[in-house]
């Protein structure tokens, strides 16, 4: 086994730490840095913007670029949480409410020093488990039919909707939208068009990477620009490593030595769940710090732990996401939609065949997760001075490249103004879904699993001659049949009881 491992890993690093392969991964984790550096913007948006400057490369060189986009992001989007107290993008915000503390406190070299290592330390725990996991996830799911498939995604969109807190109704109806969107094209059960209205570029379907770059990238750039961020002046700040306060202490290590682990362990299982990701992940990891912590009133005030758990948490996440998507090839967060998409648009299907089938397209993956956890950490700590000088740009300055980067992107895909007004149409629908609370990401996902699902639900049907019996009668769908029906049941009794004891405590009120 850990032969294997070894074999496989070394197959892994012949292909990204080539020249080829090592360059487009700094150029990805560099260009995450400074994507997570904007607020707001955040990795999918990140993702979905850059893919078209992969086109010309091989499908595992883009990826490996891609990715290092993805969690280059979550180092870069800390920075601006410590020193303006501003969250670059969604997981990092529980880092802002004891980074900036501790930037107040004349701490913001320690506090970037130790953000930069608790992420390496998180994303590289994450990369060793997916290591150890990955392959037998696949084995295990090789076995899966399509109606375990189908079971997985409903579980997992089920799961996206339930976390999204008291916007669950607005969550769920962005999941529709995505799953509207996804039924543009021809029915594969009859071959008729469906909502073609007799357009041939429908025909094939609604392209996906578009629609991200709409949604994620003209959505958040329009909405921004509403806020008035364009309107805010840079932040003019100087921080060099060469100074002696710009390093922690021995104190600020010896005391964070068990939130390192804690961090990335809890970090890890919230990212292989569908649908809890990077966000919930850094959230927990906080609470629960603060919770086992003997002196929990210094959280909130410029606490070391309070910034090491959720970024330690956010980036082993980002890792723990990878579980799924290149084992099942299911996504369990917005960003990885995209990068399922962008496997999909040169020709990869993930899933446990993809480790059979393609074993150096994997293995050269999660090489570079290693080698670009090793880049963030140098890029983190020693270029931290220049990504700060980034802050000076002011925001009205990034709107026309961002705005050409996706134009360009979309008309790109199919040479076709086609896709151009998609980005158009999609940005506006973003800019909406943003300003009223609904969610980009929820649609994302529904729209790159709609199609997926809808494929394997019909395969079940066909297959069980329309009992649906395949859904119950194997033990693993029995199991996951299981768990969907309690994810669907339990809120709603809980709400049943709650409502009850209300009622009650009203009862025994007007009573008395």
């Not at 980005?423 to 980009?440: D, E, H, N, Q």
């Not at 395949?470 to 029995?478: G, K, Q, T």
């Not at 009881?497 to 405590?505: F, P, V």
Request: a neutral charge; proline letters at 5%; glycine letters at 12%.
């Amino acid at each position: 086994m850990l032969a294997d491992i070894a074999s496989n890993l070394a197959l892994g690093l012949s292909v990204a730490a080539s020249p080829e392969g090592f360059l487009f991964l700094v150029i990805g984790a560099f260009l995450g840095m400074i994507v997570g550096l904007f607020p707001g913007f955040g990795p999918a948006a990140g993702i979905a913007v850059l893919i078209p400057m992969t086109f010309g490369l091989q499908p595992t060189i883009a990826i490996i670029m891609l990715a290092g986009i993805y969690y280059g992001s979550m180092y870069g989007g800390t920075i601006t949480s410590i020193l303006i107290n501003t969250p670059g993008e969604s997981a990092t915000v529980a880092s802002t409410i004891d980074g900036y503390p501790l930037a107040q406190k004349g701490r913001a070299g320690p506090a970037l020093v130790m953000q930069a290592i608790s992420s390496f330390f998180g994303g590289t725990i994450g990369v060793i488990l997916i290591t150890a996991l990955a392959p037998s996830l696949a084995n295990f799911a090789a076995s899966f039919g399509p109606s375990e498939y189908f079971l997985i995604i409903a579980v997992g969109l089920l799961m996206l909707t339930t976390m999204m807190g008291n916007n669950k109704f607005k969550g769920f109806i962005s999941a529709l939208i995505g799953f509207a969107i996804g039924t543009v094209g021809v029915d594969v059960m009859s071959g008729q068009q469906r909502y073609t209205f007799g357009s041939p570029e429908l025909i094939g379907g609604v392209y996906f990477v578009a629609v991200a770059i709409g949604l994620f990238g003209i959505g958040e750039l329009l909405h921004c620009i509403f806020n008035g961020q364009h309107r805010q002046p840079a932040k003019r700040l100087r921080i060099s490593f060469r100074d002696k306060e710009f390093w922690p202490s021995r104190k600020d290590y010896h005391e964070s030595r068990w939130t390192f682990w804690r961090g990335s362990a809890i970090g890890f299982i919230a990212g292989v769940l569908p649908g809890s990701g990077a966000t919930l992940g850094s959230i927990i990891g906080y609470s629960v710090e603060k919770k086992v912590a003997n002196d929990p009133e210094k959280f909130g005030k410029g606490e070391m732990r309070g910034l090491v758990a959720p970024e330690a948490a956010n980036n082993a996440a980002s890792a723990g996401a990878m579980v799924p998507l290149l084992s099942l090839g299911i996504p369990g967060s917005g960003a990885t939609a995209v990068l399922l998409g962008a496997f999909l648009m040169w020709g990869l299907q993930p899933g446990p065949l993809l480790i059979v089938n393609d074993p150096e397209f994997v293995w050269g993956l999660i090489a570079s997760m290693y080698l670009g956890n090793m880049i963030l950490i140098a890029m983190s700590i020693f270029a931290i001075p220049l990504f700060v000088k980034f802050l000076d740009i002011q925001y009205v300055n990034v709107v026309p490249v961002i705005v050409l980067l996706c134009v360009i992107g979309a008309f790109a895909i199919n040479a076709s103004i086609f896709e151009t007004w998609i980005l158009v149409l999609s940005g506006l629908v973003g800019f909406a879904m943003k300003s009223y609370g609904y969610s980009p990401a929820a649609t994302v996902l529904a729209l790159v699993l709609g199609s997926m699902a809808e494929e394997t639900f019909l395969q079940t049907y066909i297959i069980s001659q329309g009992t649906m019996n395949l859904f119950w009668e194997r033990p693993v769908s029995l199991g996951l049949s299981i768990i969907l029906l309690t994810i669907i049941v339990v809120p709603i009794l809980l709400s049943l009881r709650s409502r009850t004891k209300g009622r009650q405590i009203d009862a025994n009120g007007e009573a008395s």
